[in-house]
């Protein structure tokens, strides 16, 4: 059982930056993908970025690509997301999720593919 826990979510002016981080624990932290995702009040939960359980590739969704960068740190059990250039749309509750052994974009960028969940941090980006 992989337990999840994100920080670093808070208020920041449009075109600032955050970093998220994600902490594992219970399990081999390398040997599993991880994603984030976002959820804005009244959407669905939506793919922001993923790491291939190696580490070797990563996946954005279009909104976030060149301004967002996923990274797994093995050493710290930590996957982080690096976010630049904030936009008011950035806005939501982001969630870490981890999933066994994965590499596959259409499986990694599917929330009901993860069986494992963080509670979610806050981002709110002011305009």
């Known amino acids: 059982q992989v337990q999840l826990v994100e920080s670093g979510g808070g208020l920041v002016q449009a075109g600032g930056s955050l970093r998220l981080s994600c902490a594992a624990s219970?399990?081999?932290?390398?040997?599993?993908?991880m994603g984030w995702f976002r959820q804005a009040p009244g959407n669905d939960r939506e793919f922001v970025a993923a790491i291939t359980w190696t580490g070797r590739t990563t996946y954005y969704a279009d909104s976030v690509k060149g301004r967002f960068t996923i990274r797994k740190d093995n050493a710290k059990n930590t996957v982080y997301l690096q976010m630049n250039s904030l936009k008011p749309e950035d806005s939501a509750a982001y969630y870490c999720?981890?999933?066994?052994?994965?590499?596959?974009?259409?499986?990694?960028?599917?929330?009901?593919?993860?069986?494992?969940w963080g509670q979610g941090t806050q981002v709110t980006v002011s305009s």
């Open positions: 999720a981890a999933k066994f052994y994965e590499v596959r974009f259409d499986t990694l960028s599917g929330p009901d593919n993860y069986p494992y």
């Open positions: 219970g399990g081999t932290f390398s040997n599993y993908a």
